[in-house]
């Protein structure tokens, strides 16, 4: 199975030029394939593929010198990042959803490489990168298995590698034990076991903090330094916060899949639910779909399962004997009139999750 580790670089200026210098050339490439395509069908009703584009590189390098000096099999993923967009396209074109036809890349929205086979290897604190160089990389923990890919990403002025290895299954301590957990903006997690996980809500931290960054930047002139300047700020705020809801969900997620076998939760439509405006920011903050997924693949890496149910009525209906049990949203006490079960209205909705799952 594949595992992905995130390393962060500290490449020289002479190196940055060059990552930039690479972005750019890729950048452009991913342009121009995407307009032959969209020419190639409204002339002639053809469709180009993969094969069709990649083979024109060395022909685009005699004409295009300066793709000379990025690494040949970078500009290959180039070709595929693009087909895979059409083929996503095709896809939701055929599923009757909403096509989404594949963008132009403007400055600054193209932020990553990948060396999908070769043109990189790890060398003590330096990370070798073709037509790049030895750059210096904080291995805060050495990657497992073998590397499969390296994607270099630019965010908010810092770089990152990002090795793809082939790992095997971690084995965890065999147990026996399930459970269901119940999603919520009080609590971010309720198991039917009756425990209960903060809900940190690092958005409504920030918010003044957020507030005065996107006021500083409504001050600034357009196109000019300063607002360029607030604009970062105000990147970095953000993405401080989605890294902060990132490690509490891996903590959470690795606390589950630790401890049970079997873990159920709500197949939740978040979109849906955020048209809400009274609570969307409170289940944007949530960020549920993240902890799911950093479930989901911490337990398919140490052989546990996890279960999405339909969550029509599991507040309602009562865990002990199957009946619905009207309740309003600030009911926060599951009281039963037909057996008497008396519980917390969220370790309920958790058990009942459970049970659906088995």
Known sequence: ????????????????????FTLERCRLLYNRLLEERRIAYETEKTTLNYYDQANTFNERKQHIPALKHVHSQVLQDVAKRLDKAFQAFFRRVKAGETPGYPRFKSVGRYDSFTYPQGGYSLNGNKLRLSKIGDVKIKLHRQPQGKIKTCTIIVKNGKYYACLSCEVESIQLPICSESVGVDLGVKYLAITSDGEFYEHPKFLRESEHKLKRK?????????????????????????????????????????????????????????????????????????????????????????????????????????????????????????????????????????????????
């Open 1 to 20: 199975m594949r595992k992905a580790y995130k390393f962060r670089l500290y490449p020289t200026k002479e190196q940055q030029e060059r990552i930039q």
């Open 214 to 358: 996107q006021r500083a930047i409504s001050r600034k002139k357009k196109g000019s330094n300063r607002r360029r300047k607030a604009v970062r700020e105000l990147a970095k705020l953000h993405e401080h916060i989605a890294n902060q809801r990132k490690d509490n969900a891996h903590k959470v997620s690795r606390k589950l899949v630790n401890r049970y076998r079997f873990i159920a939760f709500e197949n939740l439509n978040v979109q849906g639910m955020v048209k809400n405006h009274h609570l969307a920011k409170s289940i944007v903050d949530a960020s549920w779909n993240q902890l799911v997924q950093f479930t989901m693949y911490k337990a398919e890496e140490a052989g546990r399962r996890v279960a999405l149910v339909d969550p029509k009525n599991t507040s309602q209906l009562c865990s002990n004997c199957g009946e619905i049990v009207p309740k309003k949203l600030s009911e926060r006490v599951h009281r039963c009139e037909h057996c008497g079960y008396v519980q917390d209205r969220d370790v309920n909705a958790a058990q009942n999750i459970l049970k659906r799952a088995i």
